[in-house]
């Protein structure tokens, strides 16, 4: 049974900084693509990161270099550091992979 378990999110402020973490099981985080997507209220889920199996990062237009995905075969977890974060960041995360999704974690940045 595979698990998506996704921490880390909450309230900053603008220019803040917060890493999510996103804890699997029953996949291994190094043999597949994982990625961060995002959803805002009325908006539609979009891609935050993603990192495939041969580490290689991509991001989003909108991160900008703000981001960094990473992930730690050792404890099987992947994260997102975020940086510079402004109020158009606020939103549900999501850790995924394959099809599998976590149940997301809430950023909420304030002006």
């Known amino acids: 049974q595979v698990q998506l378990v996704e921490s880390g999110g909450g309230l900053v402020q603008a220019g803040g900084s917060l890493r999510l973490s996103c804890a699997a099981s029953?996949?291994?985080?190094?043999?597949?693509?994982m990625a961060w997507f995002r959803q805002a209220p009325g908006n539609q889920r979009e891609m935050v990161a993603r990192v495939d199996y041969f580490a290689n990062a991509m991001y989003g237009d909108f991160v900008k270099g703000r981001f960094t995905i990473s992930r730690d075969n050792a404890t099987n977890t992947m994260s997102l550091q975020m940086n510079s974060l402004n109020p158009e960041d606020t939103g549900v995360y999501y850790c995924?992979?394959?099809?599998?999704w976590g149940q997301g974690t809430q950023v909420t940045v304030s002006s």
């Open positions: 029953g996949i291994s985080v190094s043999s597949f693509t």
């Open positions: 995924t992979s394959h099809t599998y």
